[in-house]
């Protein structure tokens, strides 16, 4: 009892803070300057409509490479510690439930349904909200679905990887293609390939490719989570 | 016949007179003693003619070389003291050999023929003489005590170590002798010369039992001889050491004579009137109020006389 | 008007977090965080935010839950491993 | 191609391209992967150092085509470049190292490739997001390699550890907001120029918020029980990589967002680095976990770092690196080296790590390590702290100061107790693979590397002085091993008699005395080591060593010159010491004090604000008083005044029986020399002040206990140490004189002290050697089986109590001429009575060693081998010939006193005369040898013929004896003196320092009761932590 | 409640909505036993923090950054809110399941060697 007193003194100190914060706060009323640059001129320069997505891929592409990394780590972590290693001894086998016919017809319309959204998103992901994140995370949850309707089924862990594998060094070797096409300081940019008409979709260079590239590798990572969370 | 030759023969009669004058106190000590105890004692001539029997003695024996050695230590350290101290005061000849030391130079060569004596007698392997020697460095270390403490109070009176000029300094009328002019002083390291003498009550040392007397345990014939020569002249190196230093000296022998004989008697009285003190006794005793005058003495001294 | 559904909201994500803290049963607490994140996801809508409400809606609310789900379905039952 | 290696990018692109084509190579067979995975990792330490040769000027990265504040930027300057060199490096040989781990699984080598990717993120981004995504990066590659061993252990801590970690990024990310809504840009440059726009409160709280996520990161006090808990619980490779990798970003990030934390309270981030590195410590004393302790010495280091950082983010390059580096690096090497070496012990419990001591080549890299965090030289610790503890000196951050040396010796004590629970060896057999064992090798030869580096560069034109002698010595020691005892013997002779050729050339007046005291003196007993047929190893390099730091002190002119050689010297006599038999503990003792010793050199010459030992005649009078006080203390602990002794038993006692003849005779007068020094150029201040008197005091105090102490001893080593003790007293009450004749007496006690404590321990020597026993009751009559051993011991025993006429006389002469001419009249006094006592424990030594009954199981006992008995001729030549002639030589020292105070000594032949009196010592020799042999003459003229018997024909009590044990008088000899003055000697002093030690133990397990092990109590404390961040910030 | 909530209400409501968030999120990371609960808590407090960082961004009246039409094309600057902190919002997201995945798969383990989900059964390692 003595340490939620305490707990909840230092709670109230820091809420103490807080409304210090909010107190002094005065919400922005206009953009700030490099804001304004991003509005003025991204569309122009990476032939974006989204600046969301120009701002992720392309202004702050060395973040987004390093949240794939930070989504890929985690991956690997969760089959670090989840998956069997040779000598461990298990006791017991789960036993899982059969769904139930509908829930078996209704995953069978549903996931390819749900796979193509996903693709629809990142592919869009220059023009409308959304992108590689976003769809991959979109896939990711056709395969729960999947997971749902057929528990005794197995993903092909070697396809998955080969894909994910495959997808993350792409990203990496177009980062690099910047640099080689548009020379130092042009890594992960977009504007080695013709950034086309505004609007389109075949247009701001290479975002849609990165988006593709990011939307498979998001979506076969969280798919390998959730199957190693699932078999654990 | 040069200067040294001279000195050197002068020494040896200041030798010889001390040695013998050394012998009769020895044997007068017995004899108070015993008068004190009601016995007749010795005739003053015993000690001379236990000399001459010990030196008489042909066969030996000896325990290594370090036991036939023990008792060369120990002469040498009492004639070496005697050589060191200036005996008669404004006598170039009679005052030996003082020039190669001043006081600090007698009060380590003192150790000399201790440190070889226990030596020596250690190696004669009887278990008596190194109780007896640890007993005897305990207790010199205690009186060591409040004599440094009388004589570093001198070295601050006269400021010198000189004995001669220790002793030039207390001419002039009985009230210049340093008994006079810092009394606590010369308290202090008569307290220490009754230890220092091994009388009663401090003579545990020389009695670990009473049959074998002490360190000397295993000497006998020359080597007892040599340790009794050593004795009686060691002992009035001692007192003339003390008359020099707290009794402004003497300018010729009869005066010597008079003033050891009379300092001789303190230790020989206040022997007879004590038992025999347990060797930590000893040290607490001298670490006590020997200590506390000595260190009054001291700082008299220091801050009155000076 | 857009200020009261804001409030509206608002208040639905509180409670929503505030459920997830309190409920006892697990099940009900990832929901009630699920629904907060949902509650929030529309928040972003109001905020101008399309993106960021797509991925709350798909990750924060959608994926995460999920997986807590399976989380407690592991943590339930007896099944002991020896780990190398 | 050289533009690859010339990038810094290429080191993200290099490992992320690796990592994530690992899975896709995994499938073409296991070794692909593996070379992919090795190749990467080499090539990114390719690519920084390759950056880094060519980097002429700090080098921008922009990305995406766009500049800074638009897109995201890397910087990669000097700065970066020293970090990211030493991370990429470890992470090589981490990688290397953790081999056996990492060839079962694709997904962790991938995670380590992330992990190394984040650190060096961390480092060059210098946008505030951006290092977000990098810390999220490294920790999470972090946490998912510390699952890589999924016991309960790794598992619970990697969990704290994770929710940690969950706090903190969102502090970090809250932090971000706010700083991007009070600026408007994340460009970290940006930020900073913009500072005084984040002065209100949204501005303070952003601010706050951003420190406390990364200070948190580098576990500040008392904020890090999880990551004790992680250094603990996981995997030895992984806690290396977090110790030296992780918190180098960390470090580096905070290094980077500082100049946005208000200056006016840099004072805060100081306390917290200083609180860290001083409860760390004091809490490693009770720790028994081997990684836990590294785990509370990793923090106290990054503490120690976060300190320097405060006082050093906006200091030039030079100095930057010098200090900040320097810790950094001297933390980086040992720590990354003694984590791994954990890791292949594979114990626990610091008890158990004997078995280390089954590798050599370990075991001396595990030496390496633990003195390089000790900060002992020539590692980069202790150049890099002495800069810093001098720049504190100058700015009088005394408390500081304190609190660093005090926690450092914390430091010390719990890692060399581990140190001897290594060294006392294991049955068990240590299994190392190559892989593990070619990590730690590699990072112990940068560490010999860098130092060798750092000695040349440091101590500037002199430093080849001090460098060969390290050199030499280090070579001797290695190759210890393939040529004979005899001939590593002589190789060291000749190095010390070159030595002391170049010294003599360099030096003169009392400088030139003490080289020949500590070169001479170490030559001629140097010939005594000859007697054993097997030395170890190591016993010429560091003997060497120890003689050659000796060297170099009497040449050193500037304060580091003299400190550095001063810790060389304690280094390599400690080493000396513990390889003795039953060492350890008391060489931890002796360290413990050592170091503590050079704590208080450290602070002294700190706050001289002097480069220069002459310039500490400079300092105005309060000053000097204070930095006197200070070294004095220094140098007393090494001479083992009264009151901080008690490791002087101990060391001398168990040191092997020749090399306490040098600790003894030689070592000890470092700190007389020390002393002078001192004296010499304070003594316009110290002349007549209470502390010299005071330091009299101490000196006469120390003679007199160390006298008694010694009388009650029954080992004869300890006996000799206190005795020892006890004359080095009277040295140091001569120095405090600040007299002529004080200082001629302190010179001349010193000298004698050398003669007679080489003749008595090498005498002694040969004894232990023959009868193997140490207590002297066990022994007696050996004096027929030894004569010259015994003659040898008893010159030394007259010649240390000063009976003439031996040299010992000409010292108490001066001694008590000097004090009573300056006035010392008490302390003369019972200087006279410590003499006395002196002449108990002397008697004592003779008697029961060499007199009295001999023992029957000593029958057949011989004289000492001849190789003792050589260096004690020539010390008995050396003594009588200086006493015959004292003139030859007293006089050469009363010239070099003269230099600094007119002389009081005059000469007239061989008659030395002062104020107060005279002394000829050749007219005493002469008279006393004159008489001596006429008495002998005397003698053998009365006996013809002389029987000689055996010691055992005695008869006492009217018996003969039948049992020899009964007849030796030695066991408790000074029975009676015990009862009336023991009570002076009850052992306070040691009750003091045991007292001492328990508390310390006791409050270092106090203050580890906060770490409950419960991660919801970690949590509280970071939030606690950043609400005292911020209530301190916001204070104001 | 603050000066401005008045005139700017939407981004100050939203704020303190993210600042109680983190708060209720931390009471419950505090003091809930429960590892998962911790972790829920957890997952609070990181969604109070994205939304505090999109209140932020966002500029009363203006809609999404995307310049889908002429109107906005040629307007862009006052009619659009900042995008920044979208792509952050974006970005942490994506972090926290990864993180909110590792940790789960920790208790998932933990509870495999301990058979308990409480985090005081989890103090092997302390002082």
Known sequence: ?232 | ?306 | MLTVLTITICVGVLVGSLLAIVLDSLTSAVVSAGLASLFASVLYVLLSAPDVAMTEAAIGSGLTTMIFLYTIKKTQGVKKEVLK | ?1036 | ?127
């Open chain 1, 1 to 232: 009892m003595i340490k939620r007193f305490f707990i909840a003194l230092s709670l109230i100190i820091l809420a103490g803070t807080f409304a210090k914060v909010v107190y002094n706060f005065v919400p922005n009323t206009e953009l700030t300057n490099v804001a304004k640059h991003y509005v003025q001129h991204g569309t122009q320069e990476l032939g974006a409509t989204n600046l969301v997505t120009a701002v992720v891929v392309t202004y702050r592409g060395l973040d987004t490479l390093g949240e794939v990394v930070v989504l890929f780590i985690s991956a690997a972590g969760v089959g670090l510690l989840l998956r069997r290693r040779k000598n461990d001894l298990v006791t017991k086998e789960e036993k899982r439930t059969e769904p139930s016919f509908l829930v078996q017809s209704v995953a069978e319309i549903l996931v390819p349904l749900i796979f193509m959204l996903g693709a629809y998103i990142f592919l869009n992901g220059h023009l409308t909200p959304g992108g590689g994140f976003q769809g991959g995370a979109v896939i990711a949850s056709g395969t729960m679905l999947l997971f749902l309707a057929a528990p005794y089924k197995h993903l092909n862990h070697g396809v998955l990887t080969a894909l994910e594998s495959i997808s993350g060094f792409a990203y990496v070797l177009i980062g690099i293609l910047g640099v080689t096409l548009l020379g130092a300081g042009h890594f992960i940019d977009n504007r080695f390939l013709p950034l086309g008409e505004l609007g389109t979709l075949l247009s701001a260079g290479a975002i849609p490719i990165i988006y593709i590239i990011i939307g498979l590798k998001v979506g076969t990572e969280l798919s390998v989570v959730l199957e190693d969370m699932r078999e654990e």
């Open chain 2, 1 to 306: 016949m040069g200067p040294l030759g001279l000195k050197i023969i002068y020494t040896l009669i200041t030798l010889v007179i001390c040695g013998v004058y050394g012998l009769l106190l020895g044997a007068f000590m017995a004899k108070t003693m015993a008068r004190v105890q009601g016995r007749i004692g010795i005739p003053l001539h015993q000690p001379f003619v236990d000399i001459i029997k010990n030196y008489g003695k042909r066969t030996a024996i000896s325990h290594g070389i370090m036991f036939y050695l023990g008792p060369v230590f120990r002469l040498t350290g009492g004639i070496g003291t005697l050589v060191f101290i200036p005996v008669i005061f404004g006598s170039e000849y009679f005052s030996n050999f003082s020039v190669a030391g001043d006081l600090l130079l007698v009060m380590y060569f003192i150790f000399f023929g201790q440190l070889g004596m226990a030596l020596g007698a250690s190696e004669g392997g009887h278990p008596y003489s190194p109780i007896g020697i640890a007993r005897g460095l305990a207790q010199m270390c205690a009186f060591e005590v409040p004599f440094a403490l009388a004589i570093i109070a001198i070295a601050i009176q006269y400021n010198t170590f000189s004995i001669t000029e220790i002793v030039a300094a207390q001419q002039g009328g009985i009230l210049s002798w340093t008994f006079f002019t810092n009394p606590f002083a010369v308290v202090a390291a008569l307290l220490a010369m009754l230890g220092m003498n091994m009388y009663p009550p401090f003579s545990i040392v020389l009695a670990p039992q009473e049959i074998p007397i002490g360190p000397p345990t295993e000497y006998h014939s020359a080597y007892l001889g040599m340790l009794q020569s050593n004795r009686a002249i060691f002992a009035a190196a001692k007192l003339v050491l003390f008359m020099n230093l707290f009794f402004g000296g003497a300018t010729n022998f009869p005066v010597l004579v008079l003033k050891t004989w009379a300092i001789y008697m303190c230790s020989v009285l206040v022997g007879a009137a004590f038992p025999r003190f347990r060797p930590e006794e000893t040290i607490r005793f001298f670490l006590r109020w020997p200590t506390v005058i000595g260190i009054v003495g001291l700082l008299f001294a220091k801050y009155y006389l000076i």
């Open chain 4, 1 to 1036: 191609m050289v533009a690859y290696f010339q990038n810094p990018l290429n080191i993200y692109i290099t490992a992320m391209a690796a990592a994530f084509l690992l899975g896709l190579v995994h499938k073409l067979g296991k070794m692909a992967s593996l070379t992919l995975f090795y190749g990467a990792l080499t090539m990114m330490a390719a690519v920084t150092l390759g950056s880094a040769l060519s980097l002429s000027q700090p080098l921008i990265i922009q990305t995406a085509g766009f500049i800074a504040p638009l897109s995201i930027n890397l910087q990669f300057g000097y700065y970066e470049a020293f970090f990211t060199i030493c991370v990429n490096i470890a992470a090589l040989l981490g990688g290397l190292y953790l081999y056996d781990y990492l060839k079962d699984s694709v997904l962790a080598r991938a995670l380590f490739l992330m992990l190394v990717v984040g650190i060096n993120g961390m480092i060059m981004t210098r946008d505030l997001f951006n290092l977000f995504i990098f810390i999220e990066i490294t920790s999470i590659a972090t946490y998912g390699l510390i699952g890589l061993d999924r016991n309960i252990k790794a598992l619970s801590a990697g969990f704290k550890y994770i929710l940690a970690g969950g706090m903190i990024s969102a502090f970090f990310l809250l932090g971000t907001a706010l700083t991007y809504y009070k600026t408007g840009t994340l460009n970290i440059d940006q930020i900073i120029a913009m500072k005084d726009v984040l002065q209100d409160p949204i501005g303070l709280t952003a601010i706050t918020l951003l420190l406390t996520a990364l200070l948190i990161e580098l576990k500040p006090f008392p904020a890090n029980g999880w990551g004790l808990d992680v250094y603990q619980g996981s995997n030895a490779g992984i806690a290396a990589m977090i110790s030296v990798g992780v918190s180098t970003g960390a470090l580096f990030a905070l290094y980077k967002l500082l100049p946005l934390f208000p200056a006016q309270h840099m004072g805060i981030i100081s306390g917290i680095g200083l609180a860290t590195f001083f409860f760390s410590n004091l809490m490693g004393l009770k720790q028994t976990d081997a990684k836990r302790m590294l785990g509370y010495s990793s923090i106290g280091q990054m503490g120690l770092v976060l300190l320097a950082l405060s006082f050093f983010h906006t200091a030039p390059l030079t100095m930057f690196l010098g200090i900040v580096g320097g810790l950094f690096l001297n933390h980086f090497l040992a720590k990354a080296a003694l984590f791994w070496i954990a890791g292949i012990v594979k114990k626990d419990h610091i008890k158990e790590w004997g078995i280390l001591s089954q590798s050599k080549m370990l075991t001396v890299v595990f030496i390496i390590a633990v003195f390089a965090l000790i900060g002992l030289p020539p590692f980069p610790g202790f150049w890099a702290k002495w800069q810093f503890i001098m720049v504190l000196g100058s700015g009088n951050h005394t408390f500081i100061i304190a609190a660093i040396l005090i926690g450092s010796l914390f430091e010390a004590v719990y890692l060399l107790r581990w140190f001897n629970y290594v060294l006392a060896g294991s049955e068990e057999k240590l299994a190392c693979e190559k892989s593990k064992r070619v990590p730690v090798l590699i990072f112990g030869l940068i560490t010999a590397f860098i130092s060798a580096l750092l000695i040349k560069s440091s101590l500037g034109p002199q430093s080849s002085i001090y460098f060969f002698p390290i050199a030499f010595a280090v070579i001797l020691m290695f190759v210890g091993n393939f040529i004979p005892t005899k001939l590593r013997a002589l190789f060291a002779i000749s190095g010390i008699s070159y030595l002391s050729y170049y010294v003599q050339m360099n030096v003169s007046g009392l400088n030139l005395i003490f080289a020949q005291m500590f070169l001479w003196g170490g030559m001629i007993l140097s010939i005594a080591t000859f007697y054993k047929t097997k030395a170890k190893p190591a016993t010429y390099g560091l003997l060497f060593l120890m003689l050659a730091s000796l060297g170099g002190l009497v040449l050193s002119r500037t304060t580091l010159e003299f400190f550095f050689c001063w810790e060389i010297m304690t280094l390599a006599s400690y080493l000396l010491v513990i390889s003795g038999k039953n060492a350890k503990k008391a060489a931890l003792t002796y360290i413990t004090f050592s170091l503590g010793s050079a704590a208080f050199l450290m602070a002294g010459f700190a706050l001289s604000n002097s480069l220069t030992l002459m310039g500490l005649a400079a300092l105005p009078s309060s000053q000097a008083t204070i930095v006197f006080t200070l070294l004095a203390l220094g140098f007393l602990i090494k001479m083992g005044a009264f009151g901080v002794h008690i490791w002087v038993p101990g060391a001398y006692a168990e040191a092997e029986d020749d090399i306490s003849a040098f600790i003894a005779a030689i070592l000890s007068k470092a700190g007389v020399f020390g002393l002078f020094v001192i004296a010499i150029y304070m003594q316009s201040t110290i002349s007549n002040s209470t502390l010299a008197y005071s330091l009299g005091w101490l000196g006469i105090l120390t003679a007199t206990f160390g006298a008694l102490m010694a009388a009650f001893q029954e080992d004869i080593k300890k006996l000799l140490a206190y005795s020892s003790m006890g004359q080095m007293g009277y040295v140091i009450a001569a120095v405090a004189l600040m007299s002529h004749l004080g200082w001629v007496t302190a010179l001349y006690l010193s000298i004698n002290h050398i003669l007679y404590k080489s003749l008595l321990f090498l005498s002694v020597a040969g004894v232990i050697y023959r009868v193997n026993t140490r207590e002297m009751y066990k022994m007696g009559g050996l004096i027929k089986k030894m004569p010259i051993s015994f003659i040898s011991a008893m010159m030394a025993i007259i010649a240390m109590s000063g009976v003439p006429p031996l040299t010992g006389f000409g010292g108490k002469w001066l001694m008590y001429t000097a004090l009573i001419e300056k006035g010392w009249h008490l302390q003369a006094a019972l200087a006279f009575f410590a003499s006395g006592i002196a002449f108990l424990y002397m008697y004592r030594l003779v008697h029961s060693i060499f007199l009295g009954q001999a023992k029957p199981e000593h029958k057949d006992v011989k004289e000492a081998p001849l190789w003792l008995i050589i260096p004690q001729v020539i010390f008995m030549g050396l003594m009588m010939v200086g006493s015959t002639l004292p003139r030859l030589w007293v006089e050469k020292l009363s010239v070099a006193v003269g230099e600094f105070m007119p002389s009081t000594l005059t000469w007239s032949g061989q008659t030395a005369t002062t104020s107060l009196g005279y002394w000829n010592g050749f007219m005493v020799m002469n008279i006393v040898g004159v008489i001596f042999v006429i008495v002998l003459i005397f003698l053998l003229l009365t006996f013809q013929k002389v029987q000689k018997v055996k010691q055992f024909n005695i008869v006492f009590a009217g018996e003969r004896p039948f049992t020899p044990e009964t007849t030796h008088v030695a066991y408790n000899m000074y029975a009676p003196v015990q009862k009336a003055l023991g009570g002076w000697v009850k052992p306070r002093a040691t009750a003091f320092w045991d007292g001492v030690t328990e508390w310390s133990h006791t409050l270092s397990h106090m203050f580890a009761g906060i770490y409950t092990g419960n991660g919801q109590t970690y949590l509280f404390f970071i939030l606690l932590f950043f609400l005292m961040l911020n209530f301190l910030i916001g204070a104001n």
């Open chain 5, 1 to 127: 409640m603050g000066l401005y909530l008045n005139q700017y209400p939407l981004a100050s409501i939203v704020l303190i909505t993210g600042f109680m968030m983190i708060l209720i999120g931390l009471w419950g990371m505090l003091t809930k036993t429960n590892i998962i609960k911790i972790i829920i808590s957890i997952t609070v407090v990181e969604t109070g923090v994205n939304v505090i960082l999109v209140s932020i961004g966002y500029i009363q009246g203006r809609t999404a950054p995307i310049l889908d039409t002429a109107v906005l094309q040629i307007d862009a600057l006052s009619r659009v809110v900042d995008p920044i902190p979208s792509a952050l919002v974006l970005t942490s997201i994506v972090i926290g399941l990864g993180t909110t995945a590792l940790m789960l798969s920790y208790v998932i383990k933990m509870y495999r060697v301990r058979q308990s989900l409480n985090i005081e059964d989890f103090g092997v390692l302390k002082w």
